[in-house]
């Protein structure tokens, strides 16, 4: 009887002294030192590039935290973003989107066009996605054709 006293008690000294060595790793393990970036070393555009990145391998939430970040310093990638959430099927956000990109970079042709045609899509406020297409044409007649083909569809169900 005396032996399983002393087994009893080698065990819950055991247990104390593994408790103790794992307390003792966790207490190290919070005071670790942590690597904070105060600095982010990419450029907006490395963001867009990386969110394009994701976007072509179908990670679409990783590319909307590039284009996010982009979004700071680079109003296009507001287009990107609308893009994104078009894809997602999220029009409500995807149209914020755009309208943020014009509002904040007027002379963006695409955010033009793009919310343009997120309402022929959605066959609403297609006055306006008419006037949308044809500010994006002027804007950039260098892509007349691609904002032409918008607007021809807006009008073929106006």
């Not at 042709?109 to 022929?120: F, I, Q, R």
């Not at 032409?148 to 807006?154: E, F, G, N, P």
Request: glycine fraction near 4%; proline fraction near 4%.
């Amino acid at each position: 009887m005396i032996l399983l006293t002393i087994s009893d008690t080698v065990k819950k000294a055991k247990l104390s002294a593994l408790f103790f060595v794992l307390c003792a790793i966790l207490s190290f393990a919070c005071t670790f030192p942590r690597i904070i970036i105060l600095d982010d070393p990419l450029t907006p555009e490395d963001h867009v590039n990386l969110g394009v990145t994701y976007e072509k391998k179908g990670e679409l939430d990783n590319a909307l935290i590039e284009y996010e970040k982009a979004s700071k310093k680079l109003p296009a990638a507001y287009v990107y973003m609308g893009n994104v959430y078009f894809q997602k099927k999220e029009y409500s956000r995807a149209e914020a989107c755009y309208k943020k990109a014009i509002d904040k970079e007027p002379g963006n042709a695409d955010a033009y066009n793009n919310l343009a045609w997120l309402y022929y899509i959605g066959r609403e406020n297609l006055d306006e996605a008419k006037k949308l297409s044809l500010k994006a044409i002027e804007l950039n007649p260098e892509k007349k054709d691609i904002y032409q083909d918008t607007l021809d569809k807006i009008m073929s169900i106006k």
